[in-house]
């Protein structure tokens, strides 16, 4: 893939049989792509970035964040399911398994901080004009 001008991909494909299959999932990629093939070479045409195109531009960033914040609670919901075990082994004590859950809680709580401040970062980046 390359960059021929500001606004366009240019996609060579080595297969050539495989051209149309190319051309045919980028344009059902989703984003508003319509490709043009030239035998094994596919040029891609990117929009303008209008206020819609913006919107669901940042629509995509929340999905992100939010598959990100759910990969995050399952993280601590293992952890959490370790610590308990532990202490239900008898491999930790109480006191011991409540400082370490505290701990697992703030850990999650900055990773979602993190991703909440990131977020809003590229919400602002995306919608700057």
Known sequence: MTVLEPRMLSVQV??????NAVEKAIRDSGPGLNPMGEGQIIRVPLPELNEERRRDLTKVAHNYAEQARVAVRHIRRDG???LKKAEKDGDMSRDDARVQTDSVQKATD???AEIDAVVAAKEQEIMQV
């Open 14 to 19: 080595w297969d050539r049989q495989m051209a």
């Open 110 to 112: 900055a990773a979602v």
């Open 80 to 82: 959490m399911d370790i």
